[in-house]
T-cell receptor, first 109, second 114 residues
């Protein structure tokens, strides 16, 4: 059974700090990796995708992938209160996404 | 481009009834996936349709079914509703081809079974 594990949180960081979110996955043949942000009462929003080992940066967000360790992470620099949400890690293999249970992030003003 | 739309947004049904939910994907997207989200189980994959064919299926009972039309719009049906079917039902659209497989979610349908 494919599993995606995220640090359960909740995670609190002060405004301006770096928030670090982690995810591990069990299926070694996974090909694509995604981070979604979900505000309370809303649907998930795709914020990052990464397909090869290394770092991918987009604005204040950096996704990191290490396929050998089966590990994906998301760093949010200069965290803002508006970043407070649940972050979902999703792993794709055989065209099917498996989601982690999410990490709730709170950015304190 | 318009995003993914789902109708209805909210639904209240009685145990034993059936329900049909609708999803219109982003223009040009040919794949529609359906998910159930509950506080206890998180986001769980139901099934995926691509070019009117079910391409993937999750571990849900046969009461959950779906279909896709030639314009890529999709419907999901749940028969003989149970209290445990109360959830947020999300559809997600993607281009369906290639290797990227980015999925974009609609706003969801909140189903309450009483």
């Amino acid at each position: 059974q494919k599993e995606v594990e995220q640090n359960s949180g909740p995670l609190s960081v002060p405004e301006g700090a770096i928030a670090s979110l982690n995810c591990t996955y069990s299926d070694r043949v996974s090909q694509s990796f995604f981070w979604y942000r979900q505000y309370s009462g809303k649907s998930p929003e795709l914020i990052m995708s990464i397909y090869s080992n290394g770092d991918k940066e987009d604005g204040r967000f950096t996704a990191q992938l290490n396929k050998a360790s089966q590990y994906v992470s998301l760093l949010i620099r200069d965290s803002q209160p508006s970043d407070s949400a649940t972050y979902l890690c999703a792993v794709c293999s055989a065209r099917q996404l498996t989601f982690g249970s999410g990490t709730q992030l709170t950015v304190l003003p | 481009k318009a995003g993914v739309t789902q109708t209805p947004r909210y639904l209240i049904k009685t145990r034993g009834q059936q329900v049909t939910l609708s999803c219109s994907p982003i223009s040009g997207h040919r794949s529609v996936s359906w998910y159930q989200q509950t506080p206890g189980q998180g986001l769980q994959f139901l099934f995926e349709y691509f070019s009117e064919t079910q391409r993937n299926k999750g571990n849900f009972p046969g009461r959950f079914s779906g279909r896709q039309f030639s314009n890529s719009r999709s419907e999901m049906n749940v028969s003989t509703l149970e209290l445990g079917d109360s959830a947020l039902y999300l559809c997600a659209s993607s281009e369906g081809g290639g290797s990227s497989y980015e999925q974009y979610f609609g706003p969801g349908t909140r189903l309450t079974v009483t």
